[in-house]
């Protein structure tokens, strides 16, 4: 079991999604989800907050959307990474979007539980290299 885990924030407006998410989360044993949030506003709140080392994020949300809620957190805390999620088809120009303004990845929704953890696992091990742990 890992010392300190990989602190992750879920930004999602669907409470279906967060729940999946949260349950790979959990399962991976090297992070653990800090908080959640319903909308982009949320989220830029939280992460001010809870300041943790992922927010996993959709695109597509009422009130400050996924890019808005990207682009003021990379402004505000460039140092959280963000993976952002898309459930919609045709979004390629919103990923490439979302890549320009900092996100480390784009999942499709339903998020692919497997390739979720491979991510998680990734970014503990890259977190746990920084600080020599």
Known sequence: MPEKKLSVLLVDDSRTVITQIEKVVTATEVAEV?????NGSEAIQKASELKPDLVIMDIVMPDV???GALRMLQAKQPE???VMLSSVGGMASKAEEAFRLGAIQVLGKPVDDEILGALLTQEYERLASQSGS
């Not at 800090?34 to 319903?38: H, L």
């Open 34 to 38: 800090v908080g959640t949030a319903s």
């Open 80 to 82: 959280i990474r963000v």
């Open 65 to 67: 959307d996924g890019l």
